[in-house]
């Protein structure tokens, strides 16, 4: 179980707001290393080796799905490794789980969740419908914990009510019964999972289609990590003098990290984009 002072371990990078939420709690983080910039990919070697240092009661912070900030997910037999030395360490998984339906699909995106719930005595999912219902203004969203026994279950639920009771007392319904409608209709399911298929896809493919536009723009640095990434974000790779550049000189506004949300490119910015990236690479 995790210890009421436990170290929280969060990838490098993760999203930025993970942070200050563990300083909330009087919480202390470690990180471990995911995202290798050399690599422009996971380096699981270098993750699993920091995750052998997590301690029984310390927390590890998992992107179920469309790691954001990089777009780089865990495969199938990366998250049975996974499983075999959060087994082995003794720690809590915790799982973020912002955009289910956005990476492959709603059961394959929630591989490694489904692994886990069935492996671990215990496990901690905070999942949110702000991006595949649309509804990021509602906060809605669950807290699901799977416990060792009854006891466990019945304590913890205690201490959310608790805690719950001093956050907001009672949360909005409106985003809840929006779900609810949604969910507990087969019809309107089959037309949601549609459309967040319509979405999924249309991500997809905008990656395929910029990195061959980049390609064909004459550039010979690669970007097919793009393609083979999931969700929303990507990191496009570009250091913060370019960064710089692609927002003095062209307006196109990137974090300091290239950070670039896959989803806000269109069929009237594309070209544009591409040639920017590509002046700013050439130069």
Partial sequence: AAAPDATVWVSDPTWPVHIPLIGSVGLQFKTYRYYSVDMKGLDFDAMLADLEAAQAGDVVLLHGCCHNPSGADLTQAQWQAIKEVALSQGFTVFIDLAYQGLGDGLEQDVYGVRLLAEALPELIVVSSCSKNF??????????????????????????????????????????????????????????????????????????????????????????????????????????????????????????????????????????????????????
Avoid at 167 to 173: A, G, H, I, Q
Avoid at 246 to 272: E, H, K, Q, T, W
């Fill in 134 to 283: 649309g509804l990021y203004r509602e906060r809605t969203g669950a807290l699901t914990l799977i416990c060792e026994n009854d006891a466990a279950a019945s304590a913890a639920t205690t201490l959310l009510a608790a805690a719950a009771r001093a956050n907001y007392s009672m949360p909005p319904d409106h985003g809840a019964a929006i779900v609810q409608t949604v969910m507990q209709n087969p019809e309107l399911q089959a037309d949601w999972d549609a459309e967040l298929k319509e979405v999924r896809d249309r991500i997809n493919s905008l990656r395929s289609l910029l990195v061959s536009s980049l390609r064909a723009a004459g550039l010979e640095r690669d970007f097919s990590f793009i393609e083979r990434e999931k969700g929303m974000f990507s990191f496009l790779g570009v250091n913060k003098a370019q960064i710089q550049t692609l927002i003095n000189d062209y307006s196109i506004y990137l974090v300091g990290s290239s950070r670039i949300n896959v989803a806000s490119i269109n069929d009237s910015n594309l070209d544009y984009l591409v040639d920017s990236v590509a002046a700013v690479l050439k130069s």
